[in-house]
């Protein structure tokens, strides 16, 4: 099986009245191959009853790019492949297989950590410096305490790639993606406790 990406156009979204625009977004479904991924993400976007159609191919080209053979399957799962726009449905846009990097935000938390660690010791001054770096990188390691049992540091060293874990999954599932906006909300509030119980 294999990963692959969906990205579509939503229905427009309207708030007090006054429509914001269609909400471009994605989804990732494990199939066996792109046929098998279009007829999974039709079924999941039509599933609120909302019509479903793909992104207008060019004259003699099959829509998303799929192979004649690919086209008779997913008619062949009884799944239509209508081109153009519904005003209040979604239209898939793109079909590829989901990229290897996605994790990347994850590689970049555990790179940034031991660089940001060494700002924030060296700003710390052996205690002659400010804590000001400690407390606004690694708020949530200054409140694990200061003990011997190396808790703090096992904190400092899992915050950015656990951030760059959170950032990874939202971006594939869009159901996620408030928890971006959650990780930043926690950081700010362990910075402002930091502060308050540490003052620099």
Not at 170 to 193: E, F, T, Y
């Amino acid at each position: 099986m294999t990963e692959y990406e969906v990205r579509f156009i939503g229905p427009p979204i309207a708030v007090g009245g006054r429509s914001l625009g269609a909400v471009r977004e994605a989804i990732t479904v494990e199939a066996s191959g792109r046929a098998d991924a279009y007829v999974q993400a039709y079924r999941h976007l039509s599933r609120p009853g909302q019509p479903v159609t793909v992104a207008s191919a060019g004259d003699g080209e099959n829509p998303l790019g799929l192979s004649d053979e690919e086209v008779q399957e997913v008619l062949s799962a009884e799944v239509p492949l209508e081109q153009g726009l519904s005003p209040h449905g979604y239209r898939i846009e793109s079909l590829t297989e989901a990229p290897a990097w996605r994790w990347k935000p994850v590689l970049v938390g555990m790179l940034a950590t031991p660089v940001l660690l060494a700002v924030a010791i060296v700003s710390a001054g052996g205690g002659h410096g400010t804590a000001a770096p400690m407390l606004i990188l690694f708020p949530f390691a200054m409140l694990g305490g200061s003990g011997g049992d190396g808790l703090p540091l096992l904190v400092a060293a899992i915050q950015y790639p656990v951030y760059g874990a959170v950032w990874s999954l939202a971006a594939v599932k869009p159901a996620l993606r408030p928890l971006r906006w959650v990780i930043g909300l926690l950081h700010a509030l362990a910075v402002l406790v930091a502060t308050a119980a540490f003052p620099a």
